[in-house]
């Protein structure tokens, strides 16, 4: 791997120029394809004093405050950039070593062999490099060299970032049943760095465990396993294996549940909108979902039969001309191979509607006149269950009715009484005068007679 030549005072460089090197330039440029073409820099027999010294500063590395790199991180197969950065130059050579301290570039010279290699930038600041198709074989650190002396250094861990294969999902329970745990693992394979596992159901997140083995070629295999009980509200909703690595975003896999339950069923009055009436018909439909689908339906009368003239249609239940003797609960029962379930709908007959009658007039041939009308109640209620009692009377309009007819009464007794008090009797009595004087009863007649003429008018007053 030697390129140069130490006799010579020109050098072509890589881009078919000719580079003009001072004496100090060219022994160090000697010095660094020497020691580095020996991985462990050994002074080889050669190296007189002039060129010890070199050996000895790569051997003893000071770290400088002028110069400057950065670590890099890289995905597998992608390209690196390596930067080394001088604050401050005086003009001193910047080299780029690899992790076996071989020399890459040389000012703007590649001496190593390896076209994957590329100069980026060359200035008296800056040697940028570029590192195409990484592999794992290329990790390691790089060393950037100024020659000052003593020679300074600074290091640039390059990091190799390989995803994991695609995350697989294995479920212990292919169908579940309603209440039952499930187990599942999630498995990235082949990472570096080891990948992270998270679990999602739906919105809500699970805690996994994890598990990190590491193979022969430092390639990380990560498992996750989760347990949880399901419902039957899980049928359908996707359980979601989420991988973080630094060389991957939104990398997943989902897997969606599916739970089995028993049925959940549900009375729905299609008529009459209102009260069950006499005379009137009565639709019920028997609503029922479950996973499997119900396999039958039946209608029946708790405690009884159900009249001989309804009609039962799959989930529909039909009975003509409502009485009273329809009364009663009446249930659908659906079921699957996981269990059954049931409505109930209480019915209640109420009687058919009446004529409301025309309002009474009831007057006194006095000052007043009273008013009165017969009510009409009517009850606007359901049949469901604890719905079906009558309505009661309602005491407020009773006690109102009562009041009216008191008052009347007391505003006739006012009119009479002074209607009479205007119509008051005046009359006179003739008593015999001098009747007081007289002995007896018929000595008082005898003498009175005649005597009306000259007798005292008394008036006397009758209420």
Request: charged share 20%; glycine share 6%.
């Amino acid at each position: 791997m030697h390129l140069l030549k130490a006799p010579t005072l020109q050098h072509a460089n890589l881009h078919g120029q000719t580079v003009s090197l001072s004496f100090q330039e060219r022994s160090h440029l000697l010095a660094a394809a020497t020691c580095g073409a020996t991985p462990a820099c050994a002074p080889p027999p050669s190296c007189h004093s002039s060129l010890s010294s070199g050996c000895r500063a790569a051997q003893e590395p000071v770290v400088s405050q002028n110069l400057v790199t950065d670590d890099v991180a890289v995905v597998e197969g992608e390209t690196a950039i390596i930067s080394c950065r001088v604050k401050n130059n005086d003009d001193s050579v910047i080299q780029l070593l690899n992790p076996n301290r071989q020399t890459i570039y040389f000012r703007d010279m590649r001496p190593l062999k390896d076209a994957r290699f590329q100069l980026v930038n060359f200035s008296d600041n800056e040697l940028r490099v570029s590192l195409s198709n990484v592999s794992l074989s290329d990790e390691g650190r790089y060393v950037c060299q100024l020659y000052t002396d003593p020679p300074q250094e600074a290091y640039a861990d390059i990091t190799v970032l390989i995803p994991p294969g695609n995350p697989v999902i294995e479920a212990k329970d292919e169908v579940l049943s309603e209440g039952n745990e499930t187990e599942m693992t999630c498995t990235a394979m082949s990472s570096k760095p080891a990948a992270t596992i998270r679990w999602m159901k739906g919105d809500k997140e699970l805690k996994g465990k994890p598990k990190v083995e590491l193979s022969y070629d430092k390639m990380y295999t990560v498992t996750s396993r989760v347990t949880f009980a399901v419902s039957k509200e899980d049928d359908g909703v996707p359980v979601i294996c989420i991988v973080d690595h630094p060389a991957v975003k939104d990398f997943l896999a989902r897997k969606f549940l599916e739970v089995q339950y028993k049925p959940e069923v549900k009375i729905v009055v299609e008529f009459p909108q209102g009260l069950t009436r006499e005379g009137e018909n009565l639709e019920l439909t028997c609503q029922a979902k479950g996973k499997p689908k119900p396999q039958r339906v039946n209608w029946l009368k708790v405690d009884d039969d159900v009249p001989s003239h309804a009609v039962i249609t799959g989930g529909d239940l039909y009975i003509e001309n409502l009485n009273k003797s329809y009364n009663g609960t009446y249930r659908c029962v659906a079921s699957n191979p996981l269990g059954e379930s049931f409505d109930d709908y209480v019915l209640y007959v109420y009687d058919a509607p009446t004529t409301t009658p025309k309002p009474t007039t009831a007057t006194i041939t006095t000052t007043s006149t009273i008013t009165t009308s017969t009510p009409n109640p009517a009850a606007s209620q359901d049949s469901r269950a604890g719905e079906g009692t009558p309505r009661t009377v309602d005491h407020a309009v009773i006690g109102g009715v009562v009041a009216v007819v008191v008052f009347a009464m007391l505003c006739l007794l006012i009119v009479l009484g002074r209607y009479f008090a205007r119509h008051k009797g005046t009359y006179f009595t003739h008593e015999a005068k001098g009747a007081d004087d007289a002995a007896d009863a018929d000595t008082a007649i005898i003498n009175a007679e005649g005597g009306h003429t000259n007798s005292d008018e008394k008036k006397e007053y009758y209420i």
